[in-house]
């Protein structure tokens, strides 16, 4: 699984953070931060956290 998110979208609002705490988080700067291809099993969180972005700037490829 690999994740991509569109920073051009990607307004730092956090939902993924939440949703995914092992995948997502911000930087010192306060910018999202990602893992770009985490552990499968983490799946559910990710598509969690892409469903809650409210700019829907997450995507997962397999």
């Known amino acids: ?9 990607c307004q730092d ?9 092992d995948v997502f988080r911000f930087d010192d700067d306060g910018h ?16 969690e956290a892409a469903d809650v972005c409210p700019l829907q700037a997450i995507r997962i490829e397999d």
């Open 1 to 9: 699984m690999k994740v991509v998110v569109d920073m051009n979208k």
């Open 13 to 21: 609002h956090g939902q993924c953070v939440f949703a995914a705490p």
């Open 32 to 47: 999202l931060a990602y893992v770009a291809n985490p552990d499968e099993g983490l799946r559910a969180d990710v598509e």
